[in-house]
């Protein structure tokens, strides 16, 4: 059972356009949701975080928004780079447990 | 410095054979995984030990045998490799409810 699930699978995106990536997720325990950026031969690496004591965090050209309610998430990529071109996973992870779980990733293509 | 560091970074072998995987971090964290990331890209827990000691065991086969001789350590020992344990395996560790750091992944391919 899948328990985050992430969309779209693969994104194609114009340089200077926002890519965005929605995440959902169905055990309101979860209360930890970060996103990953992998690149080709190397491990994910922490993109940015939120809890959902808050709707909105922002880093740089990086955001993600945060619906409680709706129990989902997403993250959009202002002024998108060829540089940002890499997969982009979404996890959750709760306070009792010892685990992420992550979205089955999209594939970000930022064409020049 | 390597926060997670992970060896071998690539491993091939026959079908059958035992092999290891060995991973320390440098953080202090107290939490250590074992991910594995197959062809499609889909990241899947298969362990997880706080100070040393199991907390979850995914449905992994009992093949899979992770040992952790301190809290900076944890390997992966997989006994019969099988072609469908061609994957990427990453370690990770993190802080209680924390980040989660990765290391650079090991490419087990077996034949």
């Known amino acids: 059972q899948q328990q985050v699930k992430q969309s779209p699978q693969s994104l194609i995106v114009q340089k200077g356009g926002i890519s965005i990536i929605n995440c959902a997720y169905e055990n309101t325990a979860f209360d930890y949701f970060p996103w990953y950026q992998q690149f080709p031969g190397k491990g994910p690496a922490l993109l940015i975080a939120i809890r959902p004591d808050v709707s909105e965090k922002k880093e740089g050209r990086f955001t993600i928004s945060f619906n409680k309610s709706a129990k989902q998430f997403s993250l959009h990529i202002m002024d998108s780079q060829p540089g940002d071109s890499a997969t982009y996973f979404c996890?959750?992870?709760?306070?009792?447990?010892?685990?992420?779980?992550f979205g089955t990733g999209t594939s970000l293509t930022v064409i020049p | 410095d390597t926060a997670v560091s992970q060896t071998p970074k690539y491993l091939v072998t026959q079908m059958g054979n035992d092999k290891s995987i060995k991973c320390e971090q440098n953080l202090g964290h107290d939490t250590m995984y074992w991910y594995k990331q197959d062809s499609k890209k889909f990241l899947k827990i298969m362990f997880s030990y706080n100070n040393k000691e199991l907390i979850i065991n995914e449905t992994v086969p009992n093949r899979f045998s992770p040992k952790s001789p301190d809290k900076a350590h944890l390997n992966l020992h997989i006994n019969s490799l099988e072609l469908g344990d061609s994957a990427v395996y990453f370690c990770?560790?993190?802080?209680?409810?924390?980040?989660?750091?990765f290391g650079q992944g090991t490419r087990l391919t077996v034949v």
């Open positions: 990770a560790s993190s802080r209680p409810f924390g980040k989660a750091f």
């Open positions: 996890a959750a992870s709760k306070a009792s447990g010892n685990q992420f779980y």
